[in-house]
Nanobody, 115 residues
């Protein structure tokens, strides 16, 4: 069974840092492009960062220079390092990838940034 599990969220003060993890099971994660998305209350889900199988990355303008997406193939995981966090970064964060059966999403994890 293919599954993604996020971890590492929580409550942090403005200016602080968090590192989110997305662990995959049932697949060799390094073969796939992976995305981190977020959804704030009352807003649509938006892409935050993506990482393809070749190592190329893309970031939303709102997080450029503050967030870094990376992967550890030995741990079959992808990470989102978030620095200089702002209250507007508060959201549920999800990782995903496109599998032949469709889009696979993690369960989501809450990140709350207090002012």
């Amino acid at each position: 069974q293919v599954q993604l599990v996020e971890s590492g969220g929580g409550l942090v003060r403005s200016g602080g840092s968090l590192r989110l993890s997305c662990a995959a099971s049932g697949i060799i994660f390094s073969r796939y492009a992976v995305g981190w998305y977020r959804q704030a209350p009352g807003k649509q889900r938006e892409i935050v960062a993506s990482l393809n199988s070749g190592g190329s990355t893309n970031y939303a303008d709102s997080v450029k220079g503050r967030f870094t997406i990376s992967r550890d193939n030995a741990k079959n995981s992808v990470y989102l390092e978030m620095n200089s966090l702002k209250p507007e970064d508060t959201a549920v964060y999800y990782c995903n990838f496109e599998y032949y059966t469709g889009t696979i999403w993690g369960q989501g994890i809450q990140v709350t940034v207090s002012s």
